[in-house]
């Protein structure tokens, strides 16, 4: 069994800064790319950021320059810096993963349960 247990979210005014967390657990063999998307009420869930293990990185075009994700294989932990956030960034932010458990099984993409990030005015 895996699991992806994020970290992390909160309250926070406009223009202050919040870092997310997320550690994979259980049988796991190798992680492929970690990423983090968001959902925010009546919307569709979209890509906010990923990163593969050999550290190619891709981002929203709404976060770039403001979102930072970096991962720390040994860990099995990826993060997401936010800095200069705002109210269009209020969603639940979710982690995922592309991992083997074994080397035989296929690659298995997984989700967190997801995690609140509130952006005030």
């Known amino acids: 069994q895996v699991q992806l247990v994020e970290s992390g979210g909160g309250l926070v005014q406009a223009g202050g800064s919040l870092r997310l967390s997320c550690a994979a657990s259980?049988?796991?063999?190798?992680?492929?790319?970690m990423g983090w998307y968001r959902q925010a009420p009546g919307n569709l869930r979209e890509l906010v950021a990923a990163?593969?293990?050999?550290?190619?990185?891709n981002y929203a075009d709404s976060v770039k320059g403001r979102f930072t994700i970096s991962r720390d294989n040994a860990k099995n932990t990826v993060y997401l810096q936010m800095n200069s956030l705002k109210p269009d960034d209020t969603a639940v932010y979710y982690c995922?993963?592309?991992?083997?458990?074994?080397?035989?099984?296929?690659?298995?993409?997984?989700w967190g349960q997801g995690t609140q990030v509130t952006v005030s005015s």
């Open positions: 995922n993963a592309d991992i083997k458990s074994t080397a035989i099984l296929p690659l298995r993409n997984y």
């Open positions: 259980g049988t796991i063999f190798s992680i492929e790319t």
């Open positions: 990163i593969s293990r050999r550290g190619t990185i």
